[in-house]
């Protein structure tokens, strides 16, 4: 993951931006415990609002470090190509996830067997850049 970050850091995404027809984003949150910055490339679909993710953990029965840090502040930066943004993530509700699930397993197939692998809702989180609030 450290080499992935730094190509796609040094290139703007140009190398690491894309997995197959897939867009990456990279989220760095801090850690609620550690207090460290952490940085994780992550598939996305873009929204009216800005970015979706699906914490699907590959189908892991607990949700990915990220998420967890994000539901304790839920605030993040990202890297999204050349772009540094602040965001706000907001974890859907379950009108808004379904809607945005669908279009995430359409963006990456792979999501929807990842949610046959465990009994856990995959959370969404929508991340708006605080340009847009407001």
Known sequence: MGLHCLLYR??????????????????TTVGRKSGKRRT????YIPTERGYALAASF?????????????D?????????????????????????????????????????EYQTRTTREIPVVELTPFSLIG
């Open 72 to 112: 304790a502040s839920h605030q993040a930066d990202i890297q999204v190509l050349d772009q540094h943004l602040r965001v706000v993530a907001e974890i859907v509700g379950p009108e808004r996830r379904q809607l945005l699930w669908q279009q995430l397993v359409s963006s990456y197939p792979p999501h929807a």
């Open 58 to 70: 590959a189908g892991a029965d607990r949700n990915p470090a990220w998420y967890v840090n994000l």
């Open 10 to 27: 040094l290139t703007s995404g140009r190398i690491g931006g894309k997995l197959s027809n897939c867009s990456i984003l990279l989220l």
């Open 40 to 43: 994780t490339p992550l598939i």
